[in-house]
């Protein structure tokens, strides 16, 4: 019997779709990088057919396909694809005086929201409830919309008293049906009201543009005639199955960073590292501590919406093999020529410095072309354009090493030439085969996980951890994990200000190696 050992990892990025397929150990088998498309499904049936050809009778061996996107991104970026959305908020008459949506840029809310209500319910932070739960009023208001996709319904300290939500969802599916969508927020993020309310509201909205997406993969696997698994990566370098990622596209928010940084940690054989991935416009670093991406503590704005859901913790700068070098005022970037670089550069017979020219002026082989003859400005611009971004590159990665100088520094991406092979502020500069698919990588070897949230008294610590560890472990399992693998592998401790008596908030991860496919198994 052929084993069935080998897995595709597919990243789609604003500019290139990359794919690869990594055997059972690990080794890399075939890679490739296209352009990104408009409907993304293209290109990722461009980059699977690559990887497949290269495999040739070997592609009967596939058994999982893992995708990491930014579409999810990209819709609430750009406002297109959203549906609309009606918010439930229970917690009056203690949460009133900031609404649903506060902050909000008014073409998103004009876009999404099909109305809002503020009902009573929620609980205080040791579970009492603030306000009987306003069970008729909940259909009242939803009688009284014209028109919506999804219900969002979030209330207060929801994740560690969950009872209420739950009640809504049933109520509302018994009223409008099974097959309602409702969205609860105790399942998107942790305590924060306004954030969490937030992030599930965007969730709901995403369900159609993510639905596309995953139906999309499923066609392009079943196209190619796979028996295969399919996946997508989250925020925080673990995996999901399609229709987890269906009900949850917010989670797949800062998948690619995350893929970036768990590719380069795999590839250079270091779980605890830097990782800086150069591409074209920019350059994104993260940390990578136990194999996993180091999350960010602080609230992150996605298209103007301030979220608190885990997203890796990211610094962005911009330098990139695109960036434009100003010879007559010696201004490094922003700007970009981003993917005309071919047609741009100087190296490239265009007419723009960019800074792949001034790697390419210091000695870089890059695509074994040779610079035209360049004006003695344009040399020395070119010039302290690479001490400029030296600089700015030492700074960035001692402000993420939080003081240790020791941590390597995994240089990945296409235009990971730019970054210089010392920096005082890092310790060894590794560059790994296959750097300029880490990304991909990252999504095929990922894990699949869940992560849950319990608040309780510092009396009964131990009870908390031992019920958010259940919680997540089956979140895990339910995201694709093997039942008999999956393991808890982070917990975190917050203690809670301003409480009647000492309390913690208990966040717990679990992963595990996703779960074996059978022969004849569904793709989703």
């Not at 897995?7 to 779709?17: A, F, K, R, Y």
């Not at 840029?105 to 040791?126: E, F, Y």
């Not at 969508?181 to 942790?190: A, E, T």
């Not at 960010?296 to 919406?305: A, D, F, H």
């Amino acid at each position: 019997m052929t084993a069935r050992d080998l897995s595709i990892g597919v990243d789609v990025g604003g500019t290139n779709t990359d794919a690869v397929v990594l055997d059972g150990a690990g080794a890399v088998l075939a890679h490739t990088k296209r352009a990104t498309t408009d409907d993304i499904s293209s290109g990722i049936r461009a980059g699977i057919a690559d990887v497949l050809a290269a495999l040739g009778d070997d592609r009967d061996r596939v058994s999982r396909v893992m995708l990491g996107t930014t579409h999810a991104t990209n819709a609430i970026v750009q406002r297109r694809g959203l549906d609309r959305v009606a918010m439930i908020r229970l917690g009056a008459p203690a949460a009133t005086e900031y609404p649903p949506l506060t902050g909000w840029p008014r073409d998103l809310v004009d876009m999404v929201l099909a109305g809002s209500a503020m009902l009573g319910g929620g609980h205080m932070v040791d579970g009492t409830p603030i306000a009987p739960l306003e069970r008729d009023g909940i259909l009242r208001f939803v009688d009284g919309l014209e028109s919506f996709d999804a219900i969002a319904v979030a209330g207060i300290f929801s994740p560690s008293s969950p009872d209420q939500e739950l009640e809504v969802a049933d109520l509302l599916r018994r009223h409008l049906g099974p097959d309602a969508r409702v969205f609860l927020s105790q399942d998107i993020g942790p305590t924060g009201l306004l954030e969490r309310e937030n992030a599930t509201l965007l969730n709901a909205a995403l369900y159609s543009v993510a639905r596309s997406v995953t139906d999309g993969l499923a066609e392009v696997v079943a196209a190619e005639g796979l028996d295969a698994a399919t996946f997508f990566a989250q925020n925080d370098g673990t995996l999901m199955s399609l229709d987890h990622a269906a009900q949850y596209p917010v989670l797949t928010i800062g998948s690619g960073p995350a893929n970036s940084i768990r590719g380069a940690a795999y590839l250079s054989g270091h779980d605890d590292a830097i990782v800086i991935d150069v591409g074209g416009t920019t350059s994104d670093l993260g940390v990578v501590v136990g194999g996993f991406p180091r999350e960010s503590t602080l609230p992150r704005e996605i298209g103007g919406v301030r979220t608190n859901f885990r997203m890796p913790d990211i610094l962005s700068i911009a330098i990139g093999g695109g960036t434009i070098v100003d010879v007559a005022t010696g201004r490094v970037g922003p700007e970009s020529v981003g993917y005309r670089i071919n047609e741009e550069a100087l190296l490239f017979g265009g007419s723009t410095p960019t800074l792949t020219d001034a790697a390419a002026l210091r000695g870089n082989p890059i695509g074994g072309r040779r610079l035209p003859a360049l004006s003695s400005a344009t040399s020395a611009a070119l010039e302290a354009a690479m001490a400029h971004i030296a600089a700015r590159l030492e700074d960035a990665v001692e402000q993420l090493a939080l003081g240790r100088m020791d941590l390597p520094l995994v240089v990945v991406g296409g235009g990971g030439f730019l970054v210089p092979d010392s920096l005082a502020s890092a310790g060894e500069i590794l560059r790994p085969h296959h750097g300029g698919v880490a990304n991909a990588v990252g999504a095929a070897i990922s894990l699949a996980g869940g992560r849950a949230d319990q608040m309780a008294p510092m009396g009964e610590r131990e009870t908390a951890i031992e019920q958010a560890s259940e919680a997540a472990i089956a979140k895990a399992i339910q995201a694709g994990a093997d039942p008999l693998q999956v393991s808890v592998v982070e917990v975190h401790e917050t203690h809670v200000p301003y409480t009647a008596q000492p309390t913690v908030n208990v966040t717990v991860k679990a992963a595990g190696p996703l779960a074996r496919l059978t022969a004849g198994a569904p793709v989703r």
